[in-house]
């Protein structure tokens, strides 16, 4: 079942039933100013950090689900009795006559019609400035004039979500706010350590306001019929301390087919320190500066050259790569969401979606390493300042910060460092970039070890401790002891924690010297591998040499005693013993080492790699993608930590947890099994999803985190979408394994594993400074390639460096 379809035309996902299953969300902002809007208009907003400069408030697992956000509700002041509904069908529910809902790049539209009065409303941010519009049109479709009531409130936040949501005892006192010429400002701690503030405005003349929420509600009433909505008319309240709210009422009068565009602007400002008060030493917020933002975004012609810059904004990015393949849920994926969703991840890593709170985690280390390899193409200088940031939270060991705070852009304390697999991502990450730009003057930007000034080292050093960190914590076996975890961050073999409520992965109750990471090992050979290649390009043999023994040894060391028969094993424990081994009697084999190791081209000569894809195949596979493990644990397991606690067949306990899946993808196109991996990779396409959403429940347009598994009580149901490196993997897997349209060191490669089934594909792909256009054709069942340049054959899959006034390339490749 569906609850709605893809625009591709249009780059929007149309929703058209208000009830989905879960809310549907979109992201409006990518600089400093951010929404979150769900298909009815829920969610929140905030300034640079979800956690620290909330700017409205939002409750999560509320019943009803997502009832707080943008507040609209229009009312026929004609009826006898009150009348009275939203437009986004959320807060009053009333069944609209009809309702459509488009999410596209960076804005949401909402259209609906209720008794003959139409409305249409878009909400976006302009780009480089710090506030949302919410662009209404309302139409009377009447055969008779209307006299209608348009209120529109918002409910905001002190600041600090963690603190607004705990310290009632304050709280409750210290909200404040400033009505001034029809405009909101919600002030609350501007008269002392704070020189911001938020406001709320619209382009009509106001018949009434209120900033006391209990007072536009009603006492012991909720948003869904507020009192002021039922009696036609605000209280003028002005808020002093409990919940401060912007609530607008505008009276509007419409003849037959008459329409209206009334615009409101929610947004955020900061004065100077020393220039807050107006008149100065008052008490009063200084608008000079602020106003006429304010004034040019009520204006409709503003509010539209705004619009269209954000689209041309967007079109620009997602023209790095287009592709156009037999495939229309990959093409669809590819060409708009899936690009789309990395992007949002590059801006919140983990931190805010309706699933993280905002308040818990920052920004990931080894997630925004991994989402970068996604949208380096697409915003290189960004992820150039994004490398630096990263690398500046490495400790002079090596090891990182597990996480860092954006705003600050410290590292985390509370959950601190010795997650092993981290710094390799770093060299990951730097390595992608190096391919997608040929700028290697990063390897010489000189950037401190945990902030710390004075301790300042060139990118290229904090590679080598990466590498360092892994080699100088070797277990038992040769192989990486794994710390508090790896990338799987529930597998604590060193934690057995037995309290409720503690920290699985900071509980750390083992010396950490015998538990080994097989995945660590995996990883570490990939790394090592590019490091090595960036080391030959320098020209440091010695050190080309001694990564190469380590890479050897490595690999013999995941052969021998990470090798289990069948497949690789996952790690061994605290005790020694293995775990993801048929000797186990659950969690027998794990996806990861499966999907790692022979990325990192481990096994291929030996038949080991093939061997360990089989048993993948045999083993983890089912209709919903790849599990993470098979048999679920069914009891909690101290000394394997939270991997246990969850239910079977659910997150890291044997669901099908996405971020996984195209590193099997990936490893199948290293054994030439296109049409595997591409099998795989539309098992969990959510756009090839899109039929069965009411068992799926999150958005068709974007990965979520899991999707239930094989042994859940409920099969096939996702969860935690959005914020996930699902995203920026699947797009590595797709376009740059299965297409083969791979960024190298000295060039672009082209080296499509594509299905037999598959007779080509065409993509536009920009590539420093150039743009190639590639058209593959298959010709035969295998994999043989032959690339053309202009017409001309050449040799290989690496297409040579054109010359510098070269901006277009053609490039063609036959398959046999
Ligand atoms: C996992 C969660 C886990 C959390 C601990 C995440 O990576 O997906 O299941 O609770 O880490 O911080
Ligand atoms: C989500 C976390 O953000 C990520 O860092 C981790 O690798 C996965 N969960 C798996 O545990």
């Known amino acids: 079942m569906k609850y709605g379809w893809f625009d591709d035309q249009n780059f929007e996902y149309v929703i058209n039933r208000p009830d989905t299953p879960l809310p549907w969300i979109n992201y409006l902002g990518n600089e400093a100013y951010f929404s979150l809007i769900s298909n009815t208009a829920g969610g929140y907003s905030f300034y640079k950090d979800a956690r620290l400069r909330r700017i409205t408030r939002f409750r999560y697992n509320n019943a009803p689900l997502d009832s707080e956000g943008r507040f609209i509700y229009i009312r026929d002041d004609a009826s006898e009795k009150p009348c009275f509904w939203s437009p986004t069908w959320n807060p009053t529910k009333i069944p609209l006559d009809s309702y459509e809902c488009r999410h596209g790049m960076g804005y949401t539209k909402v259209q609906s019609k209720y008794s003959g009065i139409k409305s249409d409303i878009t909400y976006f941010i302009p780009i480089g400035h710090n506030l949302e519009i919410w662009d209404l049109v309302i139409t009377n479709d009447r055969d008779e004039p209307a006299d209608l009531s348009i209120f529109s409130a918002v409910e905001f936040c002190l600041w600090d979500a ?84 912007g609530a607008l009422h505008i009276k509007v009068t419409l003849k037959p087919g008459e329409h209206k565009r009334i615009i409101f602007v929610l947004g955020y400002h900061e004065n100077q320190e020393e220039d807050k008060f107006d008149p100065p030493n008052s008490q009063i917020i200084n608008k000079k500066h602020v106003k006429p933002v304010i004034a040019r975004f009520l204006r409709p012609e503003e509010a539209d050259r705004a619009f269209s810059t954000l689209r041309a904004y967007w079109m620009d990015l997602l023209a790095k790569l287009q592709v156009n393949t037999p495939d229309v849920h990959a093409n669809r994926m590819i060409n708009i969401w899936n690009a789309y969703q990395i992007l949002i991840t590059y801006n919140f890593s983990r931190s805010a979606s309706y699933f993280e709170s905002g308040i818990g985690r920052g920004m990931g280390f080894r997630d925004s390493n991994q989402d970068l390899l996604g949208f380096v193409h697409m915003i290189p200088e960004q992820a150039r300042d994004r490398i630096l940031d990263l690398a500046a939270t490495q400790f002079p060991t090596g090891g990182a910060y597990h996480q860092y705070q954006p705003m600050t852009k410290r590292g985390n304390h509370d959950i601190g460092s010795n997650f092993n697999d981290d710094p390799l991502w770093l060299v990951l990450a730097v390595a992608a970039y190096l391919k997608e730009t040929g700028d290697w003057s990063i390897l010489e930007e000189a950037v401190p070890f945990d902030n710390q000034p004075g301790s300042e080292k060139p990118i290229y050093v904090h590679l080598q401790k990466s590498i360092q960190y892994t080699l100088e914590r070797l277990g038992p076996h040769g192989l990486p002891l794994i710390g508090r975890a790896d990338w799987n961050d529930c597998l604590n073999l060193n934690s057995f924690s037995n309290t409720p409520g503690q920290s699985f992965q900071t509980s750390t109750s083992k010396d950490g010297k015998i538990a080994e990471s097989v995945f660590i090992a995996g990883l570490f050979v990939l790394a090592a591998r590019e490091m090595k290649a960036i080391a030959r390009r320098l020209g440091n043999n010695d050190e080309v040499d001694g990564l190469e023994r380590s890479i050897e040894k490595m690999g013999k060391a995941v052969l021998t005693a990470g090798w289990d028969g069948e497949w690789f094993r996952r790690a061994n424990d605290a005790f020694g013993n293995p775990v993801g081994s048929k000797e186990c009697q659950e969690g027998q084999i794990f996806i990861e080492p499966q999907g790692m190791c022979v990325m990192a081209e481990i096994g291929i000569e030996d038949g080991k790699a093939q061997q360990a894809l089989d048993s993948v195949q045999k ?124 960024p190298d060191y000295d060039g672009l490669r082209i080296q499509p594993v594509i299905p037999s089934g598959w007779n080509g594909f065409t993509a536009v792909r920009k590539f420093r400074g150039v743009d190639y256009k590639i058209q593959v054709k298959r010709i035969g069942k295998g994999n043989n390639l032959q690339l053309s340049v202009d017409g001309t054959p050449i040799s290989g899959t690496l297409l040579p460096i054109p010359a510098s006034e070269v901006a277009e390339v053609n490039v063609s490749v036959l398959i046999r």
């Not at 949501?165 to 002030?187: C, L, M, W």
């Not at 099908?656 to 099997?664: A, E, L, Q, S, Y």
């Not at 409920?714 to 797009?731: D, F, I, P, V």
């Open 162 to 245: 963690l603190d607004d949501a705990t310290n009632f005892q304050r709280n409750y006192s210290i909200p404040e706010v400033e009505v001034v010429d029809g405009i909101i400002y919600h002030k609350s701690e501007y008269r002392e350590r704070r020189s911001h503030f938020a406001f709320f405005a619209c382009s009509e003349p106001l018949a009434g306001f209120d900033t006391q929420r209990e007072n536009f509600l009603g006492p012991y009433r909720g948003w869904a019929a507020p009192l002021a909505v039922e009696k036609g008319e605000a209280g003028g309240s002005i808020c002093l301390g409990w919940q401060p709210i």
């Open 619 to 742: 083993y983890l596979a089912c209709q919903h993608g790849i599990v993470l493990l098979s048999p679920a644990y069914q009891k909690y397991y101290l000394h394997l930590g939270e991997i246990s606690s969850y239910p079977p067949g659910y997150k890291e306990n044997g669901s099908v947890f996405c971020h996984t899946n195209p590193w099997v993808m990936i490893a199948e196109t290293k054994i030439g099994r296109g049409g595997q991996a591409f099998d795989y990779y539309s098992r969990i396409n959510p756009s090839a999803r899109e039929q069965q959403s009411e068992i799926h429940r999150c958005e068709p347009y974007v990965y979520a985190q899991m999707i239930s598994g094989k042994e859940a009580g409920k099969q096939g149901e996702a969860k935690n979408s959005w914020l996930t490196g699902s995203a920026a993997w699947n797009y590595v897997a797709f376009t740059q394994h299965i297409l083969g349209i791979r």
